[in-house]
């Protein structure tokens, strides 16, 4: 039997033992499906927007490898309406019935009011927002954001965020800015070696792997 990721087949092609077609030349390591416990890196409280003015502006780097564009994406306060007339960038209106964090939360996480955000050429756009990272409430309320990824693996401890214009980063656990988000936890691999067993169970069965050929 030949397969790829064992996490996208049914559970009705595995036992124990299988057996991999040598024909496909398939790789030595497959990946292994994530644990119910496992999570993505993120910050909690990374962001405040207590004291904001107009202006105020951070860039986040999101790298290719985990989903992002990996060019520096500005997020601007403006007053006025926002525009989306700057590559890169985000524009994010100061003032608005909502607060300010709401505001910079829905501009990572997509919004299609263009009232409050506007996208510029290569920055995201309204129904995803910033390519690779989410954002939630932070854990002390507002006027806190929590930054998360939004794929699982220590890679993303490589996404950036800097302060250009006053001090928006600068509550998180990672210290001011610049700020890398954290924690997480690596997907890692399932090795097959012939005749051996491997060190996991495969989809709840009793006993380890092995492949016999």
């Known amino acids: 039997m030949a397969f790829g990721d064992y996490s996208a087949q049914p559970e009705t092609k595995f036992s124990s033992t299988f057996v991999i077609n040598k024909n496909l030349n398939l790789p030595s390591d497959y990946k292994k499906k994530p644990a119910p416990d496992s999570r993505p890196s993120e910050v909690d409280n990374l962001l405040t927007l207590a004291g904001h003015s107009a202006n105020d502006s951070f860039t986040v780097n999101v790298p290719q490898e985990v989903g992002g564009t990996g060019v520096d994406i500005t997020l601007k306060m403006v007053s006025g309406t926002p525009s989306a007339g700057t590559a890169n960038q985000i524009e994010i209106k100061t003032t608005s019935p909502n607060p300010a964090s709401e505001r910079v939360m829905e501009a990572i996480f997509g919004t299609s009011d263009t009232d409050i955000v506007a996208y510029g ?52 656990s990672t210290g001011a800015s610049p700020a890398y988000l954290a924690g997480g936890t690596d997907i890692g691999f399932v090795p097959f070696f012939l005749n051996t067993l491997g060190p996991t169970n495969l989809r709840g069965r009793t006993t380890a792997y092995k492949v016999e050929k």
Do not use: R, Y
């Open 121 to 172: 050429a290569g920055s995201g756009e309204s129904l995803n927002g910033i390519a690779g990272i989410t954002a939630e409430e932070g854990s002390d309320g507002q006027p806190l954001v929590t930054v998360i990824a939004t794929q699982i693996g220590t890679a993303a401890h490589g996404i950036k965020f800097t302060d250009v214009v006053g001090t928006i980063v600068e509550n998180g």
